[in-house]
């Protein structure tokens, strides 16, 4: 899933100075998952924006709403009759969904309140980490199923640098060497073979080199 | 302007807190009537959205009285609660009220006298602190006095 984070508190209410009557708007996707900004999330921050606002004298008006997805059309078409009357949609979702709301909504402000952080999962409740880096060539056939690109800090493609010590990267001794992981699998695995085969350098297109990327199931397109 | 009576919520689990102020009644004991119970279940029904719509419909302070750690009747509601209330003082601190203006206790339903003592000493913590800024009465009074 799409990890998220707050934005921190400040920076939400310098974006919203001014205005008197805006939308928190959810999403119950991903960041309802990471507990960033789903339902949950939007009342809390709800309440605290009104708060600040109420302590500082000058009031604000909050819809509180959550949509199954912001990053579908269908779904964000759910508050086409409330956008119209108010000045700006804060929206919880990543980064996705905030663009999906103000390519819909061109007459409003649409503002993030999250840092859109990384593709990862949870090791347990409320505990995220990076597992993808959504490089759009995927290795983990040769690599045992652990990422090289995304868990070895320089994305090396063939083996472990000299900064490796102990199966953890120099970078920070609670931070797995990636490569220490993936030959350690590779050997209960039996497929050694696979690290003999040289990765060939990385074709860096099929990452954000390329451009905005898109995919088209043309069996579904009318 | 009269002295400030603040208003208090208190959350509090039907299995301890709840029990140990009836007791506290049972018993005749005194505690500030500035405490407003809400009966919960288990204090792991709190979450941050109920202790800040309690302090932005105007209390002055809140607190979650739980069982004892170890011997709550769900076996870790209170433990679930608790890092629950921590982080909300957080939250709170972000729009600028002070983090002891929200608490979390731990009791048996057989405190009735700590429940008093509880009452009384949170109560005299919030009248230090003063009124919250998003207590209403309050802050009209000290508009009309500016």
């Known amino acids: 899933m799409v990890i998220g984070e707050r934005k921190p508190f400040d920076e939400i209410t310098r974006m919203l100075e001014g205005h008197k009557k805006i939308v928190v708007l959810g999403c119950g996707g991903c960041v309802t998952v990471c507990l960033t900004g789903g339902h949950d999330e939007v009342r809390v921050l709800s309440s605290q924006l009104r708060m600040a606002r109420d302590k500082a004298g000058d009031p604000i008006e909050i819809i509180e709403k959550t949509v199954e997805r912001q990053c579908d059309p269908e779904y964000i078409e759910e508050v086409h009759d409330i956008v119209p009357h108010i000045d700006a949609v804060l929206s919880m979702a990543c980064g996705a969904g905030v663009q999906f709301m103000a390519e819909r909504y061109t007459n409003t402000p649409v503002y993030p309140a999250l840092n859109t952080t990384f593709v990862g999962g949870s090791i347990k409740e409320g505990y995220y980490v990076e597992k993808c880096q959504t490089c759009g060539e995927c290795k983990l056939y040769y690599t045992a199923g652990i990422c090289p690109i995304a868990r070895c800090s320089k994305s090396l493609l063939n083996g472990p640098c000299g900064g490796s010590t102990k199966g953890a990267c120099e970078i920070d001794p609670q931070v797995d060497c990636a490569w220490q992981l993936i030959i350690d699998r590779l050997k209960s695995l039996n497929q050694m073979d696979r690290y003999e085969d040289i990765m060939a350098v990385n074709d860096w297109r099929t990452n954000r080199d390329g451009g905005p990327r898109k995919m088209v199931r043309e069996d579904f397109q009318r | ?146």
């Open chain 2, 1 to 146: 302007m009269a002295e400030f009576e603040p208003i208090i919520v208190a959350f509090c689990c039907h299995y301890c807190a709840y029990g140990a102020a009836d007791l506290a009644g049972s018993m005749r004991l005194e505690y500030p009537s500035n405490i407003r119970i809400i009966r919960l279940p288990c204090t792991g029904k709190v979450t941050p959205v109920f202790l800040l719509r309690a302090f932005e419909k105007g209390a002055d302070g809140v607190y979650v009285a739980g069982c004892l750690e170890g011997d709550c009747h769900f076996i870790q509601g209170n433990l679930v609660a608790k890092p629950r209330v921590n982080y909300t003082k957080k939250l709170i601190q972000e729009v600028g009220l002070e983090p002891e203006r929200l608490e979390m206790f731990n009791m048996s339903a057989a405190m009735g006298p700590r429940f008093a003592e509880v009452a009384r000493e949170f109560t005299e913590r919030i009248k230090v602190l003063g009124p919250s800024p998003l207590n209403k009465k309050y802050r009209h009074a000290s508009n009309r006095a500016a």
